[in-house]
């Protein structure tokens, strides 16, 4: 007789039918698990039985788990996949998607991903269950919304009750002001990044704040790229820090996770500078590794393959899906006792030498280095590997000078900037093998990130061929004043044919500290020089103070230097180097920064300095250096403000060459949006339309702008906080001017009174009458002469010392000025609403008048030379005349009214050196027109009126519209 099958032997050689037996003797369908223990649960089990989280039970630190056997799993599997078996054989999954994205190609082709709900939605189960979030905790959407790691962190936080943290995106990139958010204020405890977003806060911001020992965070997760050794992280964390780090990974065409590895404490603790394990598959996902045969291994090395039932992605026009499909990832691992440990991309592992060599491998080896912070490595042109990186820095420090050392290029290894890469090069060779060190480092201040966080390769490669295509001759050539010149022009983005005055300030030419530091290893590039005190020349004296400091100091040959005394040298040179960038940033409060307003008005200040020097052009390089036709205008960016934007946007270029573009509208915010990219740097909403232009106080910390609720703000540049609220008699709508030498703000109220107001010490320092109606204009400074020309609606235009606000003179019209008056040396312009342009001497004696056809709204602009002015008119032309007399020089008609003000700037990389000018009319449209002749060079048409004023600044226009949208245009020669 036959034994029946529930009694039948087991046999010890086939775990899955072991386990399918013992499940069926015992009828376990449910088990109950210690949370903490889950995990090793899972992977002690996993081979032998199908486990499934159901439920957790966080008050009693328990999570029920549905256990089955390997063959009752395949065969509902099997039950299930036939259910949705087309004629065809292949799962269909038509309309059933959460989600479609684009992936970016950084680790592959880029490709069109289509997530299905039931893909994702084991993610999102399994990590909220394994992290045990709860209502209290704070999740930071560190992801950007086109990077699948998003999605994980929304759902993560909405299905569990937590928050949800978001910030704008150039908070991002701001280390400090970051950490403050997290967690300061809002005291995240779950964090996703890739490993070198991350890797941004810096050594000590981690170790001190963000997994310090009192941090907030609970649960952090790195991903998308290779993980940090253990040694890395623990030198990132405070020894007390209790938060759980969590190596997780997967591929968006799997729909995110794959795979997850808590990193215990014990690791850290042994500073293991071996790879972290990829850990244990979540749920319903099938992770293989396979040989470069295709064969699946238990051992060695293989590619990983990735799968399940329901965790497969429809890439581009795939419909449907073959069950048990497996999407290669392109990761090579080695597979050791059970474990996956990553070795590198498949496309980045190379031949060199004669030994196979994986690129990402040998990046990890040179973060090892002590002198290397940062590192990203790649191959160029095929075959030579670059190493590029961020070196420690000092507290304080910023920036690193960017420079190139060759290891093969011995003119290269000469000279103050080709020895600080020369130390790098043997740190290296000192600690890796011979043929894993690079041909060429490249030291950068910091590795560039794509928008998911990842390393911008293609960023760094152009920084290489940019510098190495910019070094100026020999270090053995004979310096002279020319060369000089020359460094100083195209460190600034200067015409060749602009001379240098002997009294130029690297600084207050459009320099900054970034640019300064490249024009410093230049210098020492080509002339040997070693000098410590040349950058601070640089930033601090004029072109003659650094003419005379390099032809004065000892030019040092490489040959007068034994090795280890040159490098010895270069090592103080490098360590100096960044001891005065760091000492600045700690203990100068001195701070140039540049405000630039409608009316050309572009003002240059310091913080530490009595003065503003006021330019009235702004330089502008347009793209394309070549021969060209036209200047043409592209969309670059826009932002919604939510109702009609009148008022005009004033940007802020600080050190770094930040710029920043601050407006508001009549849906009471204002916002400040980053003018390269267009993204929301913060918002504020006020207690009434706006409809005034902003500015910006003297210090270069605060925003100020008026309000209909009769209020003038001064917000915090940074944040958008209010520092203080000063209110007057009624509305607001005139832009302030802002005293260099006291710090005051001069605004003007519809109550009919002109305000002195100081920032710093909250207080009204003064008040006047204007005694003519309210003021809708906005008041404008001569600095040299102490005065404060202001308009009013009533006809009067007044001219008051800005220290005793005592009325030095007035002029009377019987119509109102809604024109804002200008000012050169000599004269003060105006327009006024019976059509007239008028020009005053600085004693208030009318000198000449200009007529239009129609009332004129414009506020005049001066050109360049300060010999003729620019104004428009409601008749629709745009006037050019002379200043001296008002004749006119010529004019250009639009397709509608001119209510904004006219823009005058410098196209530098136009041959003919021509000066442009932009301007507005009502009914949507933007000009571009020569300054000389006022012929048209360029136009592009919105889709709303333009009562704003255009503001430029390097190639980029800004300007408000009714549509409720800010935008930004592209100047691009074609």
């Not at 704008?168 to 070198?196: D, E, N, V």
Request: glycine fraction near 8%; proline fraction near 4%; include cysteine.
């Amino acid at each position: 007789m036959q034994t029946p099958a529930a009694y039948a032997p087991l046999d010890p050689a086939d775990p899955g039918l072991l386990s399918s037996r013992v499940m069926e003797r015992c009828g376990l369908i449910y088990c109950m698990v210690q949370t903490q223990l889950l995990e090793i649960f899972q992977k002690s089990l996993g081979e032998m039985l199908s486990l499934a989280v159901c439920v957790a039970l966080p008050k009693f630190n328990i999570t029920v788990v549905k256990v089955k056997s390997l063959h009752e799993a395949e065969a509902d599997e099997q039950t299930e996949g036939m259910k949705r078996q087309t004629e065809y054989g292949a799962t269909e999954l038509k309309d059933t998607f959460a989600y479609v994205l684009h992936t970016s190609g950084t680790t592959g082709i880029p490709k069109i991903v289509k997530v299905p709900h039931k893909c994702i939605h084991p993610n999102i189960c399994d990590l909220s269950l394994m992290f045990q979030i709860e209502k209290g905790d704070v999740v930071f959407l560190a992801s950007p919304l086109t990077f699948d790691p998003s999605v994980v962190e929304m759902f993560m936080a909405l299905t569990s009750g937590a928050k949800l943290l978001i910030v704008p995106a150039l908070l991002k990139r701001m280390p400090k002001r970051l950490t403050q958010l997290l967690f300061k204020s809002h005291k995240t405890t779950i964090f996703q990044a890739t490993p070198s977003l991350f890797s941004r806060f810096g050594p000590s911001i981690l170790k001190e704040d963000v997994l310090s020992a009192s941090s907030s965070l609970r649960i952090l997760l790195l991903g998308g790229e290779s993980c940090p050794t253990p040694k890395q992280l623990a030198d990132w964390k405070h020894k007390d820090n209790k938060t759980d780090i969590y190596n997780i990974y997967g591929i968006t065409e799997v729909s995110c996770w794959a795979c997850c590895y808590r990193i215990t404490e014990r690791e850290l603790q042994s500073r293991q500078t071996s790879p972290v394990p990829l850990g244990v598959q979540l749920s319903g996902t099938k992770v293989e590794v396979r040989d470069e045969h295709g064969v699946v291994i238990k051992e060695g090395d293989g590619q990983v393959f990735i799968g399940g039932e329901h965790r497969v992605c429809l890439l581009d026009d795939e419909d449907t899906l073959v069950s048990g499909t497996m999407r290669a990832t392109g990761d090579w691992v080695k597979l050791k006792n059970g474990q996956m440990h990553f070795l590198g991309r498949r496309d980045r592992m190379i031949k060199r030498h004669g030994q196979r060599l994986s690129l990402d491998e040998v990046q990890q080896l040179i973060l090892m280095v002590p002198l290397v912070e940062a590192c990203a490595v790649d191959i160029y042109e095929n075959h030579r590997l670059i190493a590029f990186i961020v070196m420690s820095k000092s507290e304080g420090s910023k920036v690193s000078p960017i420079v190139v050392c060759d290891a093969t290029v011995k003119e290269e290894q000469e000279g103050g900037a080709g020895d600080m890469g020369r130390i790098i090069l043997e740190e290296l060779s000192q600690s890796l093998a011979h043929f894993s060190v690079p041909d060429t480092v490249v030291i950068v201040p910091e590795i560039p990130l794509t928008a998911h966080g990842k390393v911008d390769m293609k960023a760094l490669i152009k920084t290489y061929q940019t510098h190495r295509s910019g070094l100026l001759g020999s270090s053995q050539r004979d310096f002279t004043k020319q060369t000089l010149e020359s460094l100083w022009q195209n460190s600034l983005g200067l015409p060749k044919d602009v001379p240098i005055n002997e009294d130029s300030n690297f600084l207050l030419s459009g320099g900054d500290s970034l640019k300064a530091l490249v024009f410093h290893e230049d210098l020492l590039a080509i002339t040997g020089l070693t000098s410590l005190n040349l950058l601070e020349i640089i930033l601090d004296g004029t072109f003659k103070d650094l003419l005379h400091h390099i032809s004065e100091v000892k030019l040092v040959s490489p040959l007068e230097n034994n090795g280890h005394v040159k490098r010895e040298a270069t090592k103080r040179h490098l360590e100096n180097l960044y001891e005065v960038m760091a000492k600045r940033e700690r203990t100068s409060s001195e701070k140039i920064f540049k405000v630039i307003k409608r009316g050309s008005q572009i003002i240059v200040m310091s913080n530490t300095k009595s003065t503003a020097h006021l330019q009235t052009t702004e330089d502008v390089t347009l793209n394309n250096m070549g021969e060209f036709k036209t200047v043409s205008l592209k969309m670059h960016w826009l932002s919604d403000t939510g109702r009609c934007v009148d008022a005009s946007p004033v940007i802020l270029v600080q050190q770094m060459d930040t710029s920043t573009v601050f407006i508001g509208s009549h849906s009471h915010r204002i916002q400040a949006l980053d003018l390269d990219s267009g993204n929301l740097v913060w918002e504020r909403v006020l207690g009434d339309r706006i409809e005034a232009s902003a500015t910006v106080s003297s210090c270069g910390t605060l925003v100020i702008v008026g309000c209909y609720d009769g209020g003038v703000y001064f917000l915090n540049v940074s944040s958008g906080e209010t520092e203080w609220v000063f209110k007057t008699g009624d509305t607001v709508k005139c832009c302030p001017a802002v005293d260099a030498e006291t710090g005051l703000a001069l605004v003007g109220s519809h109550d009919g009174h002109v305000y002195a107001l100081d920032p710093k010490n909250h207080l009204c320092a003064w008040k006047h009458p204007c005694g003519g109606g309210a003021v809708f204009s906005s008041p404008f400074i001569h600095p040299s002469l102490r005065h404060l020309f202001v308009a009013t609606l009533g006809g009067r235009l007044l001219c008051l010392n800005i220290d005793t606000a005592e009325e030095l003179w007035s002029y009377s019209k019987d119509v109102p000025f809604f024109s804002s008056p200008v000012s050169s040396d000599t004269h003060v312009i105006i327009g006024s609403a019976d059509g007239y342009i008028c020009g005053f001497s600085l004693n208030g004696q009318l000198l000449w008048q200009f007529l239009t056809q129609a009332p004129v709204f414009s506020s005049p602009c001066l050109t360049p030379d300060l010999h003729q002015v620019l104004c428009g008119s409601h008749d629709g032309y745009m006037y050019c005349l002379n200043i001296s007399d008002g004749a006119l020089v010529w004019r250009f008609e639009t397709s509608g009214r001119v209510y904004s003000s006219p823009f005058v700037f410098g196209a530098s990389a136009l041959r003919s050196g021509e000066t442009l000018v932009g301007l507005a009319s009502t009914d949507g449209t933007v000009w571009i027109l020569d300054v000389k002749t006022g012929l048209k060079r360029a136009s592009h048409t919105f889709p709303g009126e333009l009562f704003s004023s255009p503001v430029v600044h390097k190639g980029s226009l800004v300007i408000g519209c009714r549509n409720d949208y800010v935008y930004c245009l592209k100047l691009e020669v074609t």
